[in-house]
């Protein structure tokens, strides 16, 4: 009612739309639930492996035996022993990883397909609409990528291995935006395109950001406990102007993307 919308659509085909809206932030609620329920996703306990140990023994014990060797021939049997070394590593990690961190990896891939599959479709629409949904998508990714890279380093993998895993499911996004672009040349699927991501929008604001902003202001007071420093009521006010301050910015921004989006599409062809 506020938007005035009944009375532009009388058949309220809206609804089925907003309802694709709260089913996929009912899905991305039950996701994180499900991981705190079942897999324990904020209370891990790294895995200890002995394999690396095991792996530096032996390498160690290589090239013990092949000292007299030339420098040469000793660089290149390093070379092959940490290759063989990474490579193993990252498989038996993969095996012993916990549970966790695949839910993180699954959902990851399912977020960034719907990433892609909404970038593919605004850009079909127009390079001014991709570039207002790229600005949202960038800005939520950061943080999030890094919360999924904590995940799967209290998983058991060591950071590279992270780091590869994580790139694994972000490769998703490809597959979304060719299906996105595709489905973007016909009109009728970009309502519900929109609706699927301002679902994941709008979970990742409400339950992901905010509470982020929050959980940051009381790291940040009890650290001055910690350090038996005072907390004033400047300090909790610069907090509060420092939380205000991106999510001010962002408003901001999509509000002036979304009102003169056509002249920056305008530039952009000139």
Same mark, same amino acid.
């Given at each position: 009612?506020?938007?005035?919308?009944?009375?532009?659509?009388?058949?309220?085909?809206?609804?089925?739309?907003?309802?694709?809206?709260?089913?996929?932030?009912?899905?991305?609620?039950?996701?994180?639930?499900?991981?705190?329920?079942?897999?324990?996703?904020?209370?891990?306990?790294?895995?200890?492996?002995?394999?690396?140990?095991?792996?530096?023994?032996?390498?160690?014990?290589?090239?013990?035996?092949?000292?007299?060797?030339?420098?040469?021939?000793?660089?290149?049997?390093?070379?092959?022993?940490?290759?063989?070394?990474?490579?193993?590593?990252?498989?038996?990690?993969?095996?012993?990883?916990?549970?966790?961190?695949?839910?993180?990896? @699954? #959902? /990851?891939?399912?977020?960034?397909?719907?990433? !892609? +599959?909404?970038? =593919?479709? &605004?850009?079909? %629409?127009?390079?001014?609409?991709?570039?207002?949904?790229?600005?949202?998508?960038?800005?939520?990714?950061?943080?999030?990528? @890094? #919360? /999924?890279?904590?995940?799967?380093?209290?998983? !058991? +993998?060591?950071? =590279?291995? &992270?780091?590869? %895993?994580?790139?694994?499911?972000?490769?998703?996004?490809?597959?979304?935006?060719?299906?996105?672009?595709?489905?973007?040349? @016909?009109?009728?699927?970009?309502?519900?395109?929109?609706?699927?991501?301002?679902?994941?929008?709008?979970?990742?604001?409400?339950?992901?950001?905010?509470?982020?902003?929050?959980?940051?202001?009381?790291?940040?007071?009890?650290?001055?406990?910690?350090?038996?420093?005072?907390?004033?009521?400047?300090?909790?006010?610069?907090?509060?102007?420092?939380?205000?301050?991106?999510?001010?910015?962002?408003?901001?921004?999509?509000?002036?993307?979304?009102?003169?989006?056509?002249?920056?599409?305008?530039?952009?062809?000139?």
């Amino acid at each position: 009612m506020a938007f005035n919308i009944p009375n532009l659509d009388i058949y309220h085909n809206y609804l089925n739309k907003a309802l694709l809206t709260m089913f996929i932030v009912y899905l991305f609620y039950m996701r994180d639930q499900l991981s705190r329920v079942f897999f324990n996703v904020e209370t891990i306990v790294c895995t200890h492996t002995h394999s690396d140990e095991q792996m530096s023994a032996k390498e160690s014990h290589l090239i013990d035996s092949t000292s007299t060797t030339s420098q040469k021939s000793l660089s290149r049997s390093s070379k092959l022993i940490n290759r063989n070394k990474h490579v193993h590593n990252l498989v038996d990690n993969l095996r012993t990883m916990k549970a966790a961190g695949w839910m993180i990896f @699954l #959902g /990851d891939m399912l977020h960034n397909f719907i990433d !892609g +599959l909404t970038l =593919g479709a &605004a850009f079909m %629409v127009s390079i001014g609409e991709g570039l207002r949904m790229c600005l949202p998508i960038i800005c939520e990714e950061f943080p999030h990528e @890094l #919360g /999924d890279i904590a995940v799967l380093l209290r998983s !058991g +993998l060591s950071i =590279g291995q &992270a780091l590869i %895993v994580n790139f694994l499911a972000a490769c998703s996004c490809y597959l979304g935006f060719f299906i996105g672009a595709k489905l973007g040349e @016909l009109e009728e699927f970009h309502p519900w395109i929109y609706a699927l991501a301002g679902g994941m929008f709008v979970y990742i604001g409400l339950a992901d950001m905010i509470p982020e902003l929050v959980s940051m202001g009381d790291e940040i007071e009890k650290d001055y406990l910690e350090s038996k420093r005072p907390i004033t009521i400047g300090l909790k006010l610069k907090i509060l102007c420092c939380q205000n301050s991106g999510i001010i910015l962002g408003v901001v921004i999509m509000f002036l993307l979304g009102k003169y989006g056509t002249y920056l599409e305008n530039l952009v062809q000139l």
